[in-house]
């Protein structure tokens, strides 16, 4: 299986190498999120970097045995020619036989050193590579979109904020509330301002790093599509024990070190503990879920009670506002979800990565 798996991958570098990567001549201006991995495949720099070395590794290997083979073409002629005698003293005839076996056994084992040159593991080690910079990728994708949506959350917060501020200005012209109730408020839209500011330099900074691993200019606006949803179903349907004999064969640390028990261990516990937070992240999901139930009750009464005038515009944008950030948390949850889910699908792929890998 691994044979057959190693042939895979070998296909793909050969294909890569033999077709020009054209897709690099167009600007990508929208990406989903399954279009991450063919994207990044064709266009990432580092990952194009990678499977080149690959070539340059194959060709030194190649060139290597060459040359060897020659010197080996021109020690056997210069062997060839002393073994028909040149009248040179015994002594001196085993001084320079000494040498031309020297030199014949420092040629054969340089030529078995090239020979020994694994290419599996060369592939391997690129193919693993390459998936963890896809990986990078994918939660560049979802941090993304985590940020625009809490963004969004802090824009509604400032509008209510600012009018919070304009009403409480007024009270106090009045004598209703003190300089330190005004304070109080101004310093809230302070802090929302200054938050919004950081969210948006880190959007831009996302955006610049999509563009730079997608190898383009990197001032390109990219529309950045949603986070796929996991279902309760596809969870359900997950066997983890299967998953993981399958996942075991495909381990990439496991082809490079398949005599080690430590290895085989490290894999099979990490494989569990990935599994493992898939479920952790769903209980999350479904707190906030229930959270997001009573919130939008909340919202729907606030809106019923503003319509008959039972409470004022600014405690009616307040609990709009309440329900804004509860439906973010729901939101990051969903995203935090998805994440789990995609640290599985390439475990059983034979990956193991986790949620701190940096972007490339």
Do not use: H
Not at 88 to 103: E, F, G, N
Not at 138 to 151: P, Q
Not at 159 to 177: N, P, R, S
Request: aromatic share 8%.
């Amino acid at each position: 299986m691994r044979i057959k798996q190693i042939s895979v991958i070998l296909m793909i570098l050969i294909l890569g190498f033999v077709f020009p990567f054209s897709a690099l001549a167009e600007t990508v201006n929208s990406i989903d999120f399954s279009d991450i991995e063919k994207q990044m495949s064709a266009r990432n720099p580092l990952i194009i970097k990678n499977n080149n070395s690959y070539d340059d590794v194959i060709k030194a290997k190649e060139n290597g045995m060459a040359g060897i083979d020659i010197l080996l073409n021109q020690w056997s002629l210069v062997n060839t020619a002393y073994g028909a005698g040149d009248a040179t003293s015994l002594k001196d005839q085993a001084a320079i036989r000494y040498l031309l076996d020297i030199q014949k056994a420092a040629l054969d084992q340089q030529k078995s050193t090239y020979s020994g040159m694994s290419n599996m593991n060369t592939l391997i080690t690129i193919e693993k590579g390459n998936n963890t910079i896809i990986w990078s990728m994918e939660m560049l994708y979802i941090s993304y979109n985590s940020v625009s949506c809490k963004l969004n959350d802090l824009i509604v917060k400032k509008t209510v904020a600012e009018k919070q501020v304009q009403i409480f200005k007024l009270q106090k012209e009045m004598g209703m509330v003190t300089d330190l109730t005004v304070s109080d408020a101004e310093n809230t839209l302070l802090g929302l301002e200054s938050s919004i500011q950081d969210l948006t330099e880190s959007k831009k900074s996302m955006m610049q790093q999509f563009n730079v691993n997608l190898g383009q200019e990197y001032d390109v606006d990219i529309s950045i599509g949603e986070v796929p949803v996991i279902t309760a179903v596809q969870i359900s349907k997950i066997n983890v024990n299967e998953d993981y004999l399958i996942a075991k064969g495909k381990s990439y640390d496991l082809m490079l070190d398949s005599n080690s028990s430590d290895a085989q261990r490290k894999f099979k516990s990490n494989f569990y503990r990935t599994y493992q937070t898939i479920i952790d992240k769903q209980k999350a999901l479904l707190v906030e879920q229930s959270r997001m139930a009573t919130a939008e009750s909340k919202w729907k009464i606030a809106q019923l009670k503003y319509k008959l005038g039972l409470i004022s515009q600014i405690q009616y944008e307040a609990e709009g506002s309440n329900y804004m950030s509860q439906k973010t948390s729901t939101k990051i949850a969903q995203y935090t979800f998805t994440q789990a889910y995609r640290q599985y699908e390439w475990a059983k792929r034979g990956l193991i990565v986790n949620s701190n890998t940096s972007s490339m």
